[in-house]
């Protein structure tokens, strides 16, 4: 298969991780026979440096030219200032509204071998094998009106949350759709008690529930949620939820893992290229330094050739390498280990290489 791969490495440990890899992806195609080429854009606070703007239009032509994007992350504390007219994320939440990215997938599946780097204790992490699926390009982040003004002499600030009935039928689907694969099980987190949006999201979610009778689903508010993700994790199989609810949850789920650097994530939409990228920030205190943990990379690449190319046999044989490859004396630094960016991506090399 031949496949063209846009890498937006982005700002701090972004071009660290997405490097590592990008190699793994050149290993898998090698060994499995396949030409992806990668082709490199700026994104972020260093697009900003650049061109003046967090994404230009010759970057978005690349991407949506692309059959997959894999994206390292944006942002540092050079970029900060709250009255900066361009700050990085602005090309990031272009680029999902652009490419139609409707749907966050963020698989969460502690590794046995790390169970002690968790906060919570190891039986809690049994059997925990779940994913988010989190609305992307709606909701409170994209919502109009928004900004300030003044009333009767005080400055009011005003975001407004709004969804279309399309808009959450289409991504409760794919989280249907995703749970037939699975343990066929829909966990729909909104908060109907108090907010307009999320009774809409309950009413589409059962009429959504009704052409798939083979899948549970289940409500659950977000308070209570926020709760049993961290008490009973394992109960979880695909929880679907609306972006703000969203981006909370997973960045609470990604504890259960033992750190931030281990989980990779999908961005979908119905047509197009996907947009792959590590959970993680851009991390300017461990920038450079060459110590980031490279699996949350790693394993969105294996996602990249799960979802957009379509290769499940190369996708597993990274995931079963990273298994193989974290012990619990040889592991990244960020997990109490002493392996470097380096070390870790060549080791998890290897086993690609021995599993053939
Ligand atoms: P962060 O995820 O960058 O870092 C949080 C902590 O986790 C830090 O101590 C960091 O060193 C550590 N960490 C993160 N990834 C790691 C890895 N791969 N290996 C080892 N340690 C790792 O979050 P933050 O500090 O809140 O944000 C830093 C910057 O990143 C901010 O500018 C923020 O806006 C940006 N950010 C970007 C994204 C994105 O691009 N998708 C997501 C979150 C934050």
């Known amino acids: 298969m031949k496949s063209t791969i846009v890498v937006l490495p982005g700002d701090g440990i972004g071009p660290e991780v997405t490097e590592e890899a990008v190699r793994v992806l050149q290993d898998v195609g090698s060994k499995f026979g396949h030409e992806f080429t990668f082709t490199d854009y700026l994104i972020g606070g260093r697009s900003i440096d650049r061109f003046g703007t967090a994404l230009t239009a010759e970057t978005l032509a690349a991407c949506k030219a692309s059959d997959a994007v894999l994206l390292g992350a944006v942002g540092g ?62 909701g409170l982040y994209f919502g109009k009106p928004r900004g300030r003004d003044r009333v009767n002499g005080f400055v009011r ?8 009935d399309y808009e959450i039928k ?28 999320s009774r809409l999201w309950r009413q589409t979610a059962v009429a959504v529930a009704s052409g798939h009778v083979d899948v549970l689903l289940e409500h659950m508010l977000v ?21 703000m609810f ?6 609470e ?29 851009s991390a300017p205190d461990i920038a450079g330094k060459g110590i980031a943990n ?18 499940e046999r190369e996708s597993v044989a990274i995931e079963t390498a990273v298994d193989q490859a974290v012990t619990n004396t040889l592991r990244p630094m960020d997990l ?13 090399i290897a086993h690609i290489v021995s599993n053939q």
């Open 77 to 138: 504390p050079k970029w900060d200032d709250p009255h900066a007219k361009v700050r990085p994320e602005q090309g990031l939440l272009a680029l999902r509204k652009e490419l139609g990215l409707y749907a966050n997938l963020r698989p969460v599946k502690p590794f046995p071998v790390l169970v002690n780097v968790s906060p919570l204790k190891p039986e809690k992490l049994k059997f925990v094998d779940l994913i988010v699926v989190r609305e992307l390009t709606g």
């Open 157 to 164: 600030a005003v975001d407004t949350m709004e969804y279309y």
């Open 170 to 197: 289409r991504v409760v689907e794919f989280a249907f759709k995703l749970a037939k694969s699975r343990r066929k099980k829909v966990t729909s987190v909104d908060k109907a008690n108090v907010l307009e949006t």
């Open 223 to 243: 308070d209570t949620a926020s709760v049993r993700l961290i008490t009973s994790p394992s109960s979880f199989d695909v929880v679907v939820t609306e972006n």
């Open 246 to 251: 969203g981006d909370i949850l997973t960045d």
């Open 253 to 281: 789920v990604s504890v259960l893992t033992g750190s931030m650097g281990m989980l990779p994530s999908a961005s979908l939409g119905d047509n197009g290229p996907g947009v792959y990228e590590p959970v993680h920030g």
């Open 294 to 311: 490279p699996i949350g990379a790693i394993l969105s690449a294996a996602m990249l050739l799960r979802y957009s190319l379509h290769l």
């Open 336 to 348: 109490g280990g002493r392996l470097n960016t380096r070390q870790m991506t060549d080791r998890i």
